[in-house]
């Protein structure tokens, strides 16, 4: 069933594989969306079926060789009773089908709800105005790590999501690993994530948050286990000293304007966490929560200019001449 | 028997002592519209309001139609900078809002209020200064609405308007207030017509109209009324703590000082569910007067539609969480709730069985365009209907929630589910508004095109959305390869789009030169159809006597009527509420200019309070003035019994 009618699930499969991952309720790529992926089939080969029934009564009705009425009261009570009892069945049919779907679908939700007992580390997100904090959690405040809009997880294994949010209702979803769940002020919700295998997988904020919900997306990068870990080793260090003459000046420019009241760039004394952490932010694979793929240019023209990228973000303009816009990315373009 | 004869009284002229032309003319003078401005503003005539209704919510269609078409264009492909995020989280927000509150509502209870009162055999709609005053007051809210977004300040916050992003801290400004206000005028119009509808169903039948004999569509009108009554004070709650929180400086909505952020959504959805309901029992309604007129048959399975109907007004309260499965709630309550949403389908498979029984039983059907709208209903509507049976399942919606399935879904359910029904409608009560028949022919083409441009725009939506495109998303990017469908999706849009340019056509045209129409140009058998077309202000020149669900239908020559009723005054017959037997004779409300001035003064006390709270203090007194004015003793003759 599910291959016959696979055919969409190919399509987006084949088109949505690319660098930044997939973002495809039909291409399950864990547990919990293969499960979901399994029900949105058997619900929509179900309805399709019902609908196609009632769709052939009409034409039928339609198709049918009779006589025009004459006299409009006057009714044949056999043939009434016998349409009588076609649709008595036909609301008994209904009533049963629903109970199965119903049942079926608590089943389904009893086992989304039973993983995830035993997960191997806690990520706490914070949505953000239109960025996701993300937060390792660790009994070592040394361990603890903070990030922003990249989720790396180890693949094969379960961890715990937990959801919160600083300003207005954000929605986490990644489709091709879990279904959404709202992160709202004054709530605290969790998920249990779980990619079968290493990959990108894109999710997109789903609950209307303001004016650039629509670029509002994450990554989640699922690693086999050595190289999470080593990832995680890296991204615990401080951030790289400059290299270069230019680097150099790029980092104290950093330091002396604003931009350390809202970023952090640890082993500085850059220290804002209104915005994204910077400490490896070279390291990510996009730039301002998916809205452009990493790379020198992009840094320059984000920091040159955010409002014409993302209008309404929250990161101003500064106002730099050419070689200390230079400078600056020189600086963050080495922050590995 | 021909006519059941009520007490003689002393006073007045009575329709019993005077032969058919006086008895027009003396009805006509008594009941009609005075001419002149002041008469237009006066006017109480519930036919004369309807009009009003149904013409200003067509345009509010137009409009918020031309957004949509707006935001397709925007989307249809990746990337595009046709309007940023500001004007297109405007426009979305106006299209929501504009599409439930000031186009779907008001358009179903104006074809109500147009004939419910004639369906049931009265001369008026109970309080029709009632009537009067929700037409006015709707009118402003649209007006206010409108020239707010005309001003740059129109919502953008969605027509959900969740908090906190529409509060104080993240919507600064007054965009979130017009939402707020809008909602409250519209509310407040939809209230009055649902008490008048109400009571006009209960105390104002023809005699002999026992509550086994009510035209279905005016049991669809009674239960939509009291769904209105029940669900509409929780969203004005919700809206009016949104107010406060914004201009009083509460934190009913705010977390940081113990609010609750998610009780908004709980109030909004408590109404937001019903909604649905509200607008689709009327279009159920329509369908059971279409189908067995072009059936020729009674419908089957009366009693089954009514309970039908009742069932799914009560249910529709018990299914608001379906909105909110990702917000994280417990999980049992969850269930319990796709229980009950999995529930509501009973109700309305009943009723698409029993008129496919109708259908089937009856003889072969007269394919003419209001039938076709009605199959359209079918195509669509149980697609709409089937895909929400997807959408209860707590884990199912999880993954389609709030992306393009969803929006899918419900524009097959309303488009399909109201829409379509409403078109019919237009078709086939349009004979009785203007006395002319609408061309058929173009109504062919008008069917065939909204068809094919409704499917084409909003089938694949249930796709992108299932691919992980959300909704209310003002761009995309290129990468996720939505460009092509979102291409196809807004050519089907253009097509929907030009199906209406169609409509309109053919409207006009048949307005001025249709074909003229009879008294019941169908051969229906409600008693809509038993009055000139259009009807006269006093729509019956003498009460008809029902004996039966289909009374034209029953009596072929003649039809009974029953006499005794004032002619020099504006007397309605008060009928009991089962069996409707003649009770009492009661005087009808004359024309008025107050309830204009009730409107403007309650109107601008809304408006002045998005600015300041005292708004409520300082209108109440212009406001006590109208009402004094409305409700002051004429001294009429009318009024001496």
Redesign the interface.
């Known amino acids: 069933m599910r291959r016959g009618l696979g055919w969409?699930a190919a399509l987006?499969g084949s088109?949505?594989a690319?660098?930044?991952g997939v973002?495809?309720?039909?291409d399950p790529k864990g547990p919990a969306?293969d499960?979901?992926a399994n029900?949105?089939w058997l619900?929509?080969v179900l309805?399709a079926v019902?609908?196609v029934l009632?769709?052939a009564?009409?034409v039928t009705?339609?198709l049918?060789?009779?006589?025009?009425?004459i006299h409009?009261?006057h009714?044949?009570q056999a043939?009434?009773r016998t349409?009588?009892r076609?649709?008595i069945s036909?609301?008994a049919a209904?009533?049963i089908v629903?109970?199965a779907?119903?049942l079926?679908?608590?089943f389904?939700?009893?086992t989304?709800?039973g993983v995830g007992e035993d997960a191997v580390l806690t990520i706490r997100l914070t949505g953000q105005?239109w960025w996701w904090e993300v937060k390792y959690e660790n009994a070592e405040p040394s361990k603890i790590l903070t990030t922003a809009n990249e989720i790396h997880i180890p693949a094969g294994e379960q961890v715990r999501l937990v959801?919160q949010s600083d300003?207005?209702?954000h929605?986490f979803?990644v489709?091709s690993l879990?279904?959404?769940?709202?992160l709202?002020?004054?709530?605290v919700?969790s998920l249990t994530l779980k990619a079968d295998k290493p990959g990108v997988y894109?999710g997109?904020?789903?609950?209307?948050?303001?004016?650039?919900?629509?670029h509002m997306?994450m990554l989640v990068i699922a690693q086999p286990r050595a190289d999470f870990d080593a990832w995680y080793a890296d991204q615990l260090r401080d951030a790289a000293q400059p290299l270069t003459e230019e680097q150099s000046t790029g980092r104290d420019l950093f330091l002396d304007r604003p931009c350390v009241m809202c970023h952090r760039i640890q082993g500085t004394t850059a220290g804002g966490t209104t915005g994204p952490d910077l400490t490896h932010v070279a390291s990510r694979r996009t730039l301002a929560a998916?809205t452009l793929q990493m790379s020198r240019g992009s840094l320059a023209a984000w920091i040159a200019d955010p409002q014409s990228i993302k209008?309404?973000a929250k990161m101003p303009v500064m106002n730099l001449t050419g070689d200390e816009l230079n400078a600056i990315v020189a600086y963050l373009e080495n922050l590995k | 028997m021909s006519s059941v004869d009520l007490a003689p009284e002393h006073h007045g002229i009575r329709d019993t002592e005077l032969d058919e032309i006086s008895l027009h003319r003396r009805l006509a003078e008594t009941w009609r519209t005075r001419p002149g401005l002041i008469g237009f503003l006066s006017s109480v005539d519930h036919k004369v309001i309807a009009k009003r209704y149904l013409i200003t919510a067509f345009v509010f269609l137009c409009l918020a139609g031309l957004a949509a078409v707006v935001m397709r264009i925007q989307l249809s492909g990746p990337e595009r900078g046709l309007i940023g995020p500001d004007l297109y989280n405007q426009i979305f927000t106006m299209h929501g809002a504009t599409m439930m509150f000031l186009f779907a509502v008001p358009m179903v209870q104006a074809v109500g209020l147009y004939l419910v009162p004639l369906m049931v055999g009265t001369r008026n709609i109970a309080f029709p200064r009632l009537a009067a005053f929700s037409y006015w007051i709707y009118l402003s809210g649209g007006l206010f609405l409108w020239v707010s977004f005309a001003l740059n300040t129109g919502p953008d916050v969605g027509w959900f308007a969740y908090v906190p992003l529409s509060g104080p801290e993240f919507s600064p400004g007054k965009r979130a207030d017009t939402w707020a206000q809008m909602i409250t005028y519209t509310e407040v119009s939809s209230l009055a017509v649902a008490v008048a509808t109400i009571v006009t169903v209960f105390k104002q039948r023809a005699p002999g109209m026992s509550l086994d004999r009510i035209p279905l569509f005016v049991w669809a009108m009674l239960v939509t009324s009291f769904v209105v009554i029940f669900a509409m004070p929780a969203v004005m709650i919700a809206s009016t703590f949104l107010i406060l929180d914004r201009l009083v400086g509460t934190h009913i909505f705010n977390p940081a000082e113990g609010g609750d952020a998610l009780l908004f959504q709980h109030l909004f959805w408590f109404f937001g569910h019903p909604e649905v309901y509200i607008i689709f029992l009327p279009a159920t309604g329509m369908v059971s007067a279409i189908i067995p007129t072009f059936a020729r048959r009674p419908v089957f399975g009366y009693l089954a539609l009514v309970l039908s109907l009742i069932a799914v007004g009560i249910l529709s309260f018990g299914l608001w969480v379906h909105h909110m499965f990702a917000t994280g709630l417990p999980k049992l309550g969850a269930s319990f709730f796709t229980a009950s949403s999995m529930l509501i389908a009973i109700p309305n498979g009943i009723q698409i069985f029993c008129w496919l029984g109708t259908l089937w039983e009856g003889g072969r059907p007269r394919l003419n365009t209001p039938l076709l709208f009605v199959f359209g209903f079918f195509f669509t509507f149980v697609a709409g209907g089937l895909t929400g049976v997807m959408l209860a399942s707590v884990p199912l919606d999880l993954q389609v929630h709030d992306t393009y399935f969803v929006v899918a879904h419900f524009h097959y359910v309303l488009i399909g589910g109201s829409v379509f029904p409403l078109l019919g409608a237009t078709y086939y009560w349009f004979p009785k508004l203007t006395g002319r028949m609408m061309s058929e022919r173009l109504g062919r083409w008008h069917f065939w095109l909204a068809l094919i441009g409704f499917n084409a725009a909003f089938f694949p939506m249930h796709i992108v959305g299932l691919w992980g495109m959300p909704r209310r998303v003002y761009t995309y990017p290129v990468e996720l390869g939505w460009g092509g469908i979102n291409l196809f999706i807004s050519a089907g849009a253009v097509v929907f789009f030009l199906s209406f340019v169609l409509f309109v056509i053919n409207l006009v045209w048949s307005a001025t030169k249709g074909d003229v129409a009879g008294e019941n140009p169908w051969d229906a058998g409600t008693l809509e159809w038993a009055t000139s077309s259009p009807p006269p202000s006093y729509n019956f020149a003498r009460i008809p006597v029902v004996t039966h669900q289909e009374p034209l239908w029953a009596e072929r020559e003649v039809l009974p009527v029953a006499g005794g009723l004032r002619v020099d005054a504006r007397e309605v017959l008060i009928s009991t509420i089962a069996e409707a037997k003649p009770d009492i004779r009661e005087k009808s409300a004359r024309p008025s200019i107050w309830p204009l001035f009730a409107a403007l003064t309650v109107g601008a006390t809304f408006l002045y309070s998005i600015f300041t709270p005292w708004a409520v203090v300082w209108g109440a007194l212009p406001i006590t003035i109208s009402l004094v004015g409305w409700f002051w003793p004429k001294g009429a003759p009318e009024d001496e019994e």
Do not use: Y
């Open positions: 969409i987006s088109i949505l690319g660098c930044n973002q495809s309720a039909l969306a499960e979901l029900l949105i619900f929509t309805c019902i609908w009632v769709m009564v009409l009705i339609m049918r060789r009779r006589q025009r009425r409009p009261l009714v044949d043939s009434e349409v009588s076609v649709v036909a609301v209904t009533g629903l109970v779907l119903t079926l679908s608590f389904a939700n009893r989304l709800a105005q959801l300003d207005v209702i929605s979803w489709p879990h279904g959404k769940l709202d709202i002020p004054g709530v919700n894109r997109q904020c789903a609950e209307f948050c303001g004016l650039q919900h629509a997306a998916g209008w309404g």
